[in-house]
């Protein structure tokens, strides 16, 4: 195997894969190697000396000069907006038990609403000492406690959790008060709607399945959506907004700033069933019809230059991925970017050939 | 995803280990991972390109773009190479978006002739520089810009033909021949006037280990 290295030219030499790398980067176990040929074969000694100092030449020579200061001006911009730069949500790798099994017990039930929430005590106390009949529970066994609601509806609270509600429930709407974090599955009652109050946070289901997250310390209130839609309210003592949500989307709620922001949930659940997601196939389809396909199955607005993307096709299929996995492998093809603008997703423009 | 990088072990582990502190969100992680290959891209965009600005705008869409969507990146064993190519990657569509800064020195869009007829007198002609590692780097100036870009991806980067194929969008034949041309252009000079220099200052590296 060290045969050939007997005839090697110097230009054989810097052409040599394992020869530039020890030129390079030499290390004891190259010293040995190279002294090794240059022993065995004497002729080549001065040889691989030339060559090594040509490997090294070739390096500076055509390496570019650019200001010094430069890469100090370029980090400055960077880093002055790493934290203004739109997130597209992370998918969490390592939390995809947790959201597929959230996602299990939402499809089972026909209402599902997942509500955390630490209200400040005051705010909750204060809007319940009118409530007639007034139910209370408090969760301090240390595990989760299933309640279950006159109207059929079930909720577990997390432990230091408390949740108020009227005991007859005989009203025109069904009314929870929550302070901590509970899980909600709501029996579906048209005629009487259900409201969920965190906070500054209304929720009004109008036929769907939800999740509102609330963590006081964060400074973030918010609720997405599974399925149907859902109209939030946000009163704040300088203004109150409200807003109605569709699947996949979700609404945050910024307390200091009084301001709610429209985005995507963190892993968006298609909209028919799994089975037909999974059976999405793509044999050399231009992109355009792979992007209206999953915007149609997890009713998310994909936003993309039609012309830009009309050279792109892909064969693919749909297994376990979630939408962001899916979106990131395409991306990756087609050489472009997603980002998560508000509610809608953007696809930049694609370089294929 | 990534072709292996020959780099040794231990450096893929470290890389390993940063871009996964990286992944997670932690920002010193990300501003070593800057500061380890800054320089290195910046001479490599300087190679592709002599618009600063556009350089400029690549590096930092870049970095953003990887901190923005670090969670759904793929795990890389090889941190520089997916700098590398996506600095390329990102400079070439800048500039596809902005013809107008298109400059005569980007061989990076369009395949241009690679032999350079400039280089014969290079060599032979009689009014070059006298020394010859002046000689030799005029030499390495006169290659066409592809020539340039691949022999510095090769030696300064210490990329293997693989890697530099992707990067470059070609295949693996078609980046051994690029560089074997500009090897042999510049064979004459290792081995005529350049070699007594290089083989000076050669000995005492190579026997006095």
Known sequence: MTEKYQTYTLADFIQDDAFIQWAKSPDAAGDAFWEQI?????????????????????????????????????????????????????????????YAAAAVVVLLTSWGIRHWYHEPETLYAQRTEQLENVHEEINETGKEKTVQLPDGSRITLAQGSRMRFSGSMDGSKREVYLSGEAFFDVKRNPSKPFFVYAGELTTRVLGTSFTVRSFEKENVASVQVR?????????????????????????????????????????PQPVIPQADLARFTFNNAPVSTIFDSLSKAYGIEIVYDKEAVAACRLTSSVQEESLFEILGVICEAIEADYQVTGAKIRISDPHCN | MFPNHRSPLKEANADMLLWSAFQNGDRDAFASIYQKYIDELLSYGYRVTSDRQLIRDSVQDLFLHIWVRRGNLATTDSIKFYLFRSL???????????????????????????????????????????????????????LSPRQREAVQLRYLHGFSLEEIAEMMQMNNQSVRNLLHRAITQLRLLFETAGGLLVFLSTLQNFSGR
């Open chain 1, 38 to 98: 240059a022993a065995l074969y004497p002729h080549q000694k001065d040889v691989i000396a030339q060559a090594r100092q040509t490997v090294l030449n070739l390096a500076e020579l055509s390496r570019t000069a650019f200001d010094e200061e430069e890469a100090g001006l370029i980090w400055a911009q960077i880093s002055g907006q790493m934290d203004d730069a739109p997130v597209s949500e992370p998918v969490f790798r390592l939390g995809w038990v947790r």
């Open chain 1, 227 to 267: 399925t149907g839609s859902v109209s939030v309210e946000a009163r704040a003592p300088r203004k109150t907004q409200s807003v109605v949500l569709t699947p996949n989307q979700q609404v945050s709620f910024f307390r200091k700033e009084e301001r709610l922001s429209m985005g995507l949930v963190r892993v």
């Open chain 2, 88 to 142: 390329r990657n990102r400079i070439i569509r800048n500039l596809e978006k902005h013809p107008e800064r298109l400059h005569a020195d980007i061989g990076l869009v369009v395949e241009v002739a690679e032999e350079s007829n400039a280089f014969e007198t290079a060599i032979f002609g009689h009014d070059g520089p006298s020394d010859s590692y002046e000689k030799l780097a005029e030499a390495v100036n006169r």
